[in-house]
């Protein structure tokens, strides 16, 4: 697992769950926070926990999170009336930590 480090606060968006009428719907929220890199290919990710599975991901610069709206699971596949992925970005890109060396 590659090394992360905290960059500066930036102004993240977050996904926040509502009621809306007999099920959730997530809405967009800005919230402050701090950029974490991850230092094996310099990807600057808005959770650390995005920097921290970077490698795992093959330092790909976007992933697909979810599913969203599962309501059951039919032969292990995620059954439900409005089911979403949510496309994780990388921030920006950075060098590499080790390059420098």
């Known amino acids: ?14 996904m926040d ?10 809405v967009e929220i800005d919230v402050e926070g701090y950029g974490w890199r991850c230092d ?4 600057v990710w808005t959770r650390k926990w995005h920097a921290e599975t ?3 991901r093959s330092h790909a610069s976007s992933f697909e999170q979810g599913p969203y709206g ?3 699971t039919l032969n ?3 059954q439900g009336p409005n089911i979403r992925y949510y496309t994780r970005r990388a921030y920006r890109r950075d060098g590499r930590a080790d390059a420098a060396s």
């Open 1 to 14: 697992m590659s090394s992360v480090t905290r960059c500066e606060p930036l102004r993240l968006a977050t």
């Open 17 to 26: 769950p509502i009621l809306v009428g007999d099920g959730l719907d997530y």
């Open 40 to 43: 094996g290919c310099g990807l």
């Open 54 to 56: 970077c490698e795992s």
């Open 70 to 72: 599962v309501t059951h």
């Open 76 to 78: 292990g596949v995620p």
